[in-house]
């Protein structure tokens, strides 16, 4: 079945660590995206990709880092400079929104949950 | 800029009631969509329903059916005959129509939690 694998499903960071967040599509999607959920703060973009080899700042990136080198995969590194990284992270992805696909949804991943040690 | 506003941080139903979940949004644009996504305990974002702001129609999937008031900017989610399963947090995403470089980008609200009694 086509979907998007996010992994791990739980990751701990210690003090002045960088960890890496893995997301993986087969849904031979252009564009994918990565969120940060907080409670009571809805989904918050950090960056996203619209075809390989370029990446684009959202909302909230300072902190992290991506890179696009294959299409089917996207992952996020929360660096040492993110001064608070526990939260929900959610990968998604989606067809490129043009033309007969205006209407297309973003798939999600099952996300990954990062806490501090 | 276009923000989504959910003004019901909790909600709660009975069993085989009738439920309606507010989303509003502010936006310059004649032309966007609008999204209303669940997320149940397991924390997978699931899509329930979709809405072109061109089509005067309001969408309906099965239980799930929308109010799309676009003057007054707002996209409201009724669920019919309430199901225990439907518990979950709800969000409302705007996305816009343009063709610059962020177009796919989902603005979303801050979610409503639905409860739902048995």
């Known amino acids: 079945d086509g979907g998007i694998t996010q992994s791990p499903k739980y990751l701990f960071r210690k003090e002045g660590q960088n960890v890496t967040l893995s997301c993986e599509q087969n849904l031979n999607h252009d564009a994918m995206y990565w969120y940060r959920q907080d409670p009571g703060q809805g989904l918050r973009l950090i960056y996203y990709s619209q075809i390989v080899n370029d990446f684009q700042k959202g909302d909230i990136a300072e902190g992290y880092s991506v890179s696009r080198e294959k299409k089917e995969s996207f992952p996020l590194t929360v660096t040492s400079a993110q001064k608070n990284p526990t939260a929900f992270y959610l990968c998604?992805?989606?067809?490129?929104?043009?033309?007969?696909?205006?209407?297309?949804?973003?798939?999600f991943g099952d996300g990954t949950r990062l806490s501090i040690l | 800029a276009q923000t989504v506003t959910q003004s019901q941080p909790e909600m709660s139903v009975q069993e085989a009631e009738t439920v309606t979940l507010s989303c509003t949004y502010d936006?310059?644009?004649?032309?966007?969509?609008l999204f209303w996504y669940k997320q149940p305990p397991s924390r997978q974002m699931i899509l329930v329903i979709r809405?072109?702001?061109?089509?005067?129609q309001n969408a309906t999937e099965n239980r799930f059916s929308v109010n799309f008031q676009k003057a007054a900017k707002s996209f409201s989610l009724k669920i019919s005959d309430s199901q225990l399963g439907d518990a979950a947090m709800y969000f409302c995403a705007y996305r816009s129509h343009n063709y610059g470089g962020s177009q796919g980008n989902l603005i979303f609200g801050k979610g409503t939690k639905l409860s739902v009694k048995p």
């Open positions: 809405q072109e702001a061109y089509k005067q």
């Open positions: 998604a992805s989606s067809i490129l929104p043009l033309g007969l696909y205006s209407n297309q949804p973003q798939h």
């Open positions: 936006t310059s644009e004649s032309d966007y969509y």
